[in-house]
């Protein structure tokens, strides 16, 4: 069985500063493999490049067998590719149920499409069904996205995601700025679409009380390298590791 995801050497260079540098990653079907490192480490920017925010200076990118290193970011979505940020990209003045909608819309075909059949229109609520149930967000489905808590946001943003029916699900910092409710809520639902849904999830998170519960392997950057990568034991006995990030980490 080929890898998901395969990164081959690939560098950013913005002109003297070099943010990545030579890093390689390969990412199996059904596999959850977290990014962790220290600010600066470069993780946003090698999310960038795999989700085709940025060009790399060097080096290839391999999905499912196919090279997508040219590939902007809208056809490497159409290949099964969805990703959300850092920073929660929903619209709020929407319901949940009117968020997702857009997604269901787009994956199918008839976001600018006013006119549809009657199967069209139930393939799109069947999907919005779909993804209420699985982000656990039913009982929220008509409030407005501003008005609930920044868990259920992120939920939501999730939920948009996976309208897009993804084989590759990458989260840039899924519990950033959450309690730990909202943390513990975010961490079950990776949790659920990882175990249950067999969702491929490349992650990059801070909190590493998450990173070593859901896991399967870690990759860590420093400075813009590839520090260590490995089964999150290896990685916490890696003395390199300990010095540069987990034994700062309080």
Excluded: C
Excluded at 64 to 86: C, H, N, S, W
Excluded at 153 to 159: F, G, H, P, V
């Amino acid at each position: 069985m080929s890898n998901m995801l395969e990164v081959k050497g690939v560098s950013k260079h913005f002109g003297s500063l070099r943010a990545v540098e030579n890093v390689s990653l390969m990412v199996a079907p059904g596999e959850l493999r977290a990014i962790i490192g220290p600010n600066g480490a470069g993780k946003t920017t090698f999310f960038n490049l795999i989700s085709g925010f940025f060009p790399p200076t060097s080096g290839d990118i391999v999905f499912d067998g196919e090279v997508i290193t040219q590939l902007p970011v809208a056809a490497r979505v159409a290949r099964g590719m969805a990703r959300t940020f850092q920073i929660t990209e929903i619209f709020p003045e929407l319901t949940v149920r009117e968020n997702i909608r857009i997604g269901a819309e787009s994956a199918a075909g008839l976001r600018l499409n006013f006119w549809r059949t009657r199967a069209e229109a139930a393939q799109v609520e069947a999907a919005i069904d779909e993804m209420l149930t699985l982000t656990g967000l039913t009982a929220q489905a008509d409030r407005l996205v501003g008005e609930m808590s920044h868990g259920d946001q992120r939920a939501a943003e999730i939920a948009m995601a996976l309208t897009l029916k993804p084989r590759l699900l990458l989260l840039d910092e899924p519990t950033a700025g959450m309690g730990e409710h909202e943390t513990y809520q975010i961490a079950g639902l990776i949790h659920r679409l990882h175990k249950n849904s067999s969702y491929t999830i490349v992650l990059i998170e801070h909190d590493m009380r998450v990173v070593f519960n859901l896991a399967d392997r870690i990759t860590v950057l420093d400075q813009g390298k590839l520090l260590a990568d490995g089964t999150p034991k290896e990685i916490a006995d890696d003395p390199h590791v300990q010095a540069a990030y987990l034994g700062s980490a309080e």
